[in-house]
């Protein structure tokens, strides 16, 4: 038996018919394993979903306690038997509760990465390298291009900025789900202790963080008719807020936004973004890479993003590649995506 009859590719997405389940589907199905939150992975509306509690705790807070029939938690580590396969969920390091997929049937270990980074974060388990035979790797930065910087020394422009502009508000761009909750966090660790005000779009998952034991400080609701009162503030908001004319009201405003696309500066410029960072919350060219060694794996499928050039260099390693071209998944540091996500 090979890898192919273990996973296929179906119009829904990744499915392994051994268990009957599919992984992170783009449509309703009967049976489902969700590797995290993010919209295009957590779809509402299927039969049964294995995932962790962070996950379907997100999943509820978006949908609805009834986003799916029924709903069963694992912990990472643990491992679940469906029929003749056995399913593992270890942590991923992209957002909170977000986790790779091994699937283990007749002695074949595959791992789906799902999205993935390799760097630090405080809001989230770190990333478990795990030995496989076959790993399915994101690629959203998968060129040699995108070596992300170190967040903190982001982080750090942001307070420069602040001391340097005291009476300008900075409205910070940043995807709802994950990379809010890291900027906070990064920020305390960083020393600042004042509130952090959120656009309303933020508040929900912001509070749901609180409840899931990530603690991130004083944060402020913006009040209506208080923008004007801002000035020196730290405010949170979806990337598609910092055009609105609700940016509009406060004190001279310094647009920011975090996203590893920040790198591209013809981005940030077309976005009219004063002050870039380069934030990601997934793995940069060095780090898709690094791990792709250390699985040990002999064979790659890659999935969204830069698939040519991964598999290019996974054959020069020596190592069995293929694009997957699934299509569906969008891509959670991009602009587009982040105002659906905050309106959903
Ligand atoms: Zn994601
Ligand atoms: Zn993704």
Redesign the pocket.
């Known amino acids: 038996m090979q890898a192919r009859d273990i996973l296929s590719l179906t119009p829904a997405g990744l499915y392994c018919p051994l268990a009957d389940v599919h992984i992170d589907p783009l449509r309703p199905v009967p049976r489902a394993l969700i590797t995290h939150g993010?919209s295009?992975?957590a779809r509402a509306g299927h039969g049964a979903v294995l995932a962790t509690a962070q996950t379907l705790a997100i999943m509820a807070a978006r949908y609805g306690e009834g986003f799916c029939g029924t709903a069963q938690a694992v912990r990472y580590g643990e491992a679940v038997t469906l029929g003749p396969v056995r399913v593992t969920f270890l942590p991923a390091g992209h957002v909170l509760g977000s986790a790779q997929i091994l699937i283990e049937a007749n002695g074949l270990r595959i791992v789906i990465s799902?999205?993935y980074k390799r760097v630090g974060d405080p809001t989230c388990a770190p990333f478990e390298p795990v030995r496989c035979d076959v790993f399915i790797t994101?690629a959203?930065f998968g060129l040699p291009v995108f070596r992300h910087p170190d967040a903190v020394g982001e982080i750090d422009k942001l307070l420069h900025s602040l001391t340097l502009f005291p009476e300008r508000a900075h409205l910070l761009g940043a995807y709802p789900l994950g990379k809010a909750q890291r900027l906070i966090a990064l920020l305390r660790q960083r020393g600042y202790d004042r509130p952090v005000y959120l656009h309303g779009a933020m508040e929900r998952l912001m509070q749901l963080y609180g409840e899931l034991g990530i603690a991130l400080g004083d944060l402020r609701k913006v009040e209506p008719g208080s923008r004007e009162s801002l000035g020196g503030a730290v405010v949170l908001c979806p990337p598609g807020a910092l055009q609105d004319l609700w940016a509009r009201r406060f004190p001279d405003p310094v647009a920011a936004f975090a996203s590893g696309w920040m790198r591209v500066r013809a981005r940030a410029r077309q976005r009219g973004v004063e002050l870039p960072l380069v934030v990601s919350d997934h793995a940069g060219w060095d780090e898709l890479c690094a791990t792709i060694r250390e699985t040990g794996a002999g064979e790659v499928w890659v999935t969204?993003g830069e698939e040519e050039a991964l598999v290019h260099w996974c054959t020069r390693e020596g190592l069995a590649a293929r694009p997957l071209n699934m299509l569906g998944?969008?891509?959670?540091e991009a602009e587009a995506e982040a105002v659906a996500e905050s309106s959903a």
């Open positions: 993010h295009d992975h799902g999205d994101e959203t969204h998944y969008g891509d959670d």
